[in-house]
């Protein structure tokens, strides 16, 4: 009968698993990635969008971003979302593409990210936390009504606990692997 909140628990634990992917695959890590555009906010058209809905980005070279907008228009406004944002990257427009050169990682800029990825996965660790106390606090309620008994209670504690420790190392080696491959040369 509790198999069904273990279920829903485990369901939001692989969402933070999956949210904590997206964020990492956001970080700048000296090679052009698509990805590093995906948190842009663009004002155009009395509306913010993404950079999907308004461009193609491609990786002509290993250290540039090329961005295609589907209306011309619009490359101010996406130049302009650039140069905003926490890039640190500046665009250069000829009027049909932006070309976004990514500059190799200075030292102290990689121990930087790798603090902010730690911080990440620290965040990603406190949501699958308060997945299990939501979880337990259903799983102590439904003991509380008497629709399981103390030993199930128990029981679904233990498998709780168990998908708490194998979603926290998921979310560890996801900041380990993110970590090394900033820090390397």
Not at 10 to 25: F, I, P, S, W, Y
Not at 138 to 158: F, N, V, W
């Amino acid at each position: 009968m509790y198999e069904e909140f273990l279920e829903d628990g485990q369901n939001r634990m692989e969402g933070a698993v999956r949210a904590l992917e997206g964020d990492l695959a956001t970080f700048q890590t000296g090679r052009a990635n698509p990805a590093l555009l995906d948190r842009l906010a663009i004002e155009a058209y009395g509306d913010t969008l993404s950079i999907k809905q308004m461009a193609v980005v491609s990786v002509p070279e290993p250290q540039q971003l090329a961005i295609r907008p589907f209306d011309a228009s619009t490359i101010g406004a996406i130049e302009k979302a650039i140069l905003k944002s926490d890039l640190g990257l500046t665009p250069n427009n000829d009027g049909k593409l932006i070309r976004l050169n990514i500059p190799p990682l200075t030292e102290e800029r990689r121990v930087r990210l790798t603090k902010q990825i730690n911080k990440r996965v620290e965040d990603g660790k406190i949501a699958i936390r308060n997945i299990r106390r939501d979880v337990q606090n259903d799983l102590r309620d439904m003991k509380s009504e008497k629709l399981i008994t103390e030993d199930e209670l128990k029981d679904a504690q233990d498998k709780l606990q168990k998908l708490t420790d194998t979603y926290v190392s998921k979310l560890e080696e996801l900041g380990k692997a993110k970590s090394s491959e900033v820090m390397k040369l």
